[in-house]
């Protein structure tokens, strides 16, 4: 038996609304993608009409992505004319893409702490702005050296506060079962309720102090 080669069938061309309409790309980017070499549309001779084929559809979606992740048109370019190596593009950018991330970093880090400092614009102290032009990067380390010093300190305090509370939950517990086991069965009404409202004043109370001891 015989196989017949089926031939795929050929996209016939599509006009420029079309494209549009399929890849998310406003006409104008798509004639000024093929202004800067990216894209080679043919033209219909009897209308002079752009025609657009499936390759030229999926190239636009691949440039689409590209300028997305913020690649330059003109390393696109370079790109699809094989004059550079798209994994190679794309290494360098993750640099540059470091070294903003690091930037807005620091900017973030000043940021905050004039913020912090309420100041109004004729008011930002000298010496500050001395510290930050002399070595914005040594001085945003420094910044952050503290802040990562701040949340460790924080974080201590917050163990020594649970630890504390830790002990006189403990403790409290201890009165209340002495309280149900022993005071009951010799007091009265009246003082039992005395006998535990002490207990809750004097346990609140040590809370508070322990909370303003290390606070300070």
């Known amino acids: ?16 609304k079309e494209v549009e309409n399929q890849t998310g790309i406003t006409s104008h980017n798509i004639r000024f993608y ?3 070499h ?4 043919q033209r219909n001779p009897m209308n002079g009409y752009r025609e657009y084929t ?10 689409k992505l590209l300028r997305i992740l913020d690649i330059s048109v003109s390393e ?8 550079k190596n798209l994994s190679d593009v794309l290494r360098i950018h993750m640099d ?6 690091q930037r807005i970093r620091q900017n973030q880090l000043l940021c905050e702490q004039l913020a912090g400092l309420e100041l109004d614009i004729n008011e930002v102290p000298d010496n500050l702005l001395k510290q930050i032009f002399h070595n914005k990067e040594a001085y945003c380390r420094q910044l952050e050296q503290l802040k990562k010093q701040d949340r460790i300190k924080s974080l201590i305090f917050l163990s020594r506060q649970s630890i504390c509370i830790l002990g006189w939950l403990f403790v409290m517990i201890l009165c209340l079962y002495f309280y149900f086991e022993l005071f009951t069965a010799y007091m009265t009404l009246p003082f039992q309720l005395i006998a535990l409202s002490m207990i809750i004043v004097v346990f609140v109370c040590m809370i508070r102090i322990i909370y303003y001891n290390e606070k300070a």
Do not use: W, Y
């Open 1 to 16: 038996m015989i196989k017949k080669n089926k031939s795929r069938k050929k996209e016939p061309p599509v006009k420029i």
């Open 34 to 36: 093929e202004k800067e």
């Open 38 to 41: 990216l894209i080679f549309p």
């Open 54 to 63: 499936d390759a030229d559809v999926k190239l636009l979606n691949r440039i």
């Open 76 to 83: 696109i370019r370079e790109c699809i004319q094989g004059r």
């Open 96 to 101: 540059d893409l470091k070294t903003e991330e």
